[in-house]
């Protein structure tokens, strides 16, 4: 992503914040996997949003009207061995030339030349509670502030969540963070093709998670956004299973929800399909009713209409189908309001998606539901799951667990579903997994 998208960012950021206050965000940090491995290393979420800067170790300081520069940039030095062992890293000169800090300083040297840039603050927006070290360092440098006042020092007299403004910001998509969105969506689309062009009977869960990642980085992403479900029959009455370690039976039904990142821009899509390319009659009856249920729940992705109006259509369109395939007994609306339809419906229609793949941003605004608006993106992902073990439905429905999940952007006409290339209906799948 292009330098003066960040920039931007922090503008917008700066102007919210005001003159006579300072923001400070720290990245993430390096975890130890077993010895000397580490995790691989993802920048924190709001840190990159704000800089683009992938190294650990570093805090990032805005200060709105400084003189010297309102971005500050305190990261590593330079190190030759480390370069030599590690690979290339930005050090201070990198920090202002690449990353267009208006001052770097070294991370070790935080404490002395942080101390002043919080004297004659008002407040400090810092997102507390992430690090637990840095709060209390937080706190300390404020309270050594207020021991000076005799002295004429100022210490700022509120400590105020950066992420309420930085949450909000990043729920609306730019034109660049779609562009990216969108490869991340037609990238795990493609992955989700060969996944059904590839399954058979006889074939592990993993494997096929294997074509999956295959594809992934065959088309440049390394990055999966979260671990990918691969869940074939009962498994997939299992919402987040991610074992992926079962063979595939003939006549079973095959769960994938499974995205790829694209420069720290998440996609998630969810199909449903049929280990041996055919639906049964049972198995077409619950899939028809969940793909029925999200094309309703679709129509209520439109701006000015409030978030929650697209699961209220879903329990309405799923309560009644369960009705009439005879799962559920009774009159609708009761059916509703004792909440039955989530002993098989249990999860809500969606969630926010972006640098996240449950995306930060409030789903509720003063106690109410917010409406959509243009920019924000979304999930569509409504399921049935009618465990193996459920004794009150026919055993025609037991141990079958479906999904059908899609990216959303809300349009200034409606919506655009980012994952629109990847088929969903019954015949179109039934017809490709026949061809191979």
């Not at 190190?79 to 070790?108: C, M, N, R, V």
């Not at 996944?195 to 074509?211: D, I, N, R």
């Given at each position: ?100 800090a208006d001052d770097s300083f ?7 030349i942080l101390l002043g840039l ?319």
């Amino acid at each position: 992503m292009n330098q003066n998208e960040f920039k931007k960012r922090r503008k917008t950021l700066m102007q919210q914040i005001g003159e006579g206050n300072i923001a400070l965000i720290a990245s993430a940090s390096n975890h130890v996997r077993n010895r000397d491995v580490e995790f691989p290393f993802r920048q924190d979420s709001d840190f990159y949003y704000l800089t683009g800067f992938s190294e650990a170790n570093s805090l990032a300081v805005f200060i709105p009207g400084r003189e010297q520069g309102e971005y500050i940039l305190f990261c590593q030095e330079y190190d030759e061995k480390k370069a030599l062992w590690e690979g290339a890293h930005a050090g201070l000169e990198g920090a202002t030339t690449h990353y267009q800090a208006d001052d770097s300083f070294p991370i070790d040297d935080m404490g002395d030349i942080l101390l002043g840039l919080l004297e004659n603050k008002s407040k400090v927006y810092y997102p507390m509670g992430r690090d637990g070290e840095l709060d209390h360092q937080i706190l300390e440098w404020i309270n050594h502030l207020r021991r000076q006042s005799r002295n004429g020092v100022n210490a700022p007299g509120e400590l105020v969540s950066l992420e309420h403004i930085l949450h909000e910001m990043r729920l609306f998509k730019s034109s660049a963070e779609l562009k990216l969105m969108r490869k991340a969506a037609e990238v795990s689309c493609q992955a989700h093709f060969r996944a059904m062009q590839t399954c058979k009977p006889g074939m592990y869960e993993y494997q096929v998670e294997s074509e999956i990642v295959y594809e992934f980085m065959q088309q440049g992403l390394r990055a999966v956004a979260y671990p990918s479900i691969v869940a074939g029959g009962k498994n997939a009455c299992v919402l987040h299973y991610v074992e992926n370690k079962d063979k595939l039976k003939k006549g079973d039904l095959l769960l994938i929800d499974a995205g790829v990142e694209c420069e720290h821009y998440a996609s998630d899509i969810t199909r449903t399909f049929p280990v041996s390319g055919k639906f049964n009659t049972a198995q077409k009856k619950l899939y028809q009713l969940v793909l029925d249920t999200q094309y309703a729940a679709l129509e209520q992705i439109k701006p000015d209409l409030p978030w929650n109006k697209a699961h209220d259509v879903s329990v309405e369109v799923i309560t009644k189908g369960l009705v009439e395939l005879g799962l559920l007994k009774g009159r609708i609306s009761k059916l509703i309001n004792d909440e039955k339809y989530k002993q098989f419906y249990m999860h809500r229609i969606g969630h926010w998606l972006g640098m996240d793949v449950h995306d930060v941003g409030d789903y509720k605004l003063d106690d109410e539901w917010r409406l959509l608006e243009p920019g924000m993106v979304l999930t569509i992902e409504p399921g049935l799951y009618i465990p193996k073990d459920c004794m009150t439905v026919d055993a025609k429905w037991r141990g079958i667990g479906i999904r059908i999940e899609d990216d959303v952007l809300v349009t200034k006409q409606g919506h655009e579903v980012l994952t629109q290339s990847l088929i969903k209906e019954i015949d179109e799948i039934e017809s490709l997994m026949q061809i191979n």
